[in-house]
């Protein structure tokens, strides 16, 4: 069975065909994109140069995905990302959004956790199938980075809903004011 833990390798040849080391057989990028949405990391590499290809792959994907009209990031976000590559931003950017995957990441498994265990609704018919859209939508929009937990990261059973509500919100001001510094740099 394949090791999970270290990255699936995929070579490319040059004519530019995809190999999984794994499988011995040919992907394509939406093969790829799968591996990433099931969790796995991948990282593809240039079979003669040995040429690291990873970054470069995942853009194409991002790019292939956004074309097909799948919109995850709003234009102001890419506006915003084309000025960090003429600015000083550069170095604050790959930082800031980490930290708001990682704030999505952890925000999503409390709101998982609160539908399906303290919640009422819970159990009523179709929650169930709600609930399993959710975290495909969560995976999809993460691009599988990290897995998803269970749970929350921290025990906030005392806490109960209102304090998750307040938690949602401070993480969203707290979002706001980081996308504001980043627009305030970019001028």
Partial sequence: MADTQKPLLIKRYASR????TETSDYVTLEDIAEFIRDGREV????????DDLTRQYLLQIIAEHES????????????????SYTTQATS??????????????????AMMENMTKS?????????????????????????GLGGMQSGPAR?????????????????????????DKLSKMNK
């Fill in 17 to 20: 065909r995809l190999y999984n």
């Fill in 43 to 50: 990282q593809i590499v240039d079979l003669k140069s040995g």
């Fill in 68 to 83: 097909r009209g799948e919109n995850v990031l709003p234009i102001n976000v890419l506006t915003d990302l084309v000025r």
């Fill in 92 to 109: 604050v950017v790959p930082d800031f959004l980490a930290a708001s995957f990682e704030m999505l990441r952890e925000g999503q498994s």
């Fill in 119 to 143: 919640n009422p609704l819970a159990s009523m018919p179709g929650m169930e199938a709600m609930r399993a859209q959710q975290e495909a939508f969560m995976k999809a929009m993460t691009g």
């Fill in 155 to 179: 025990d906030d059973s005392a806490a109960g809903s209102a304090g998750e509500g307040e938690d949602l919100n401070e993480i969203r001001k707290q979002l706001a004011e980081l996308q």
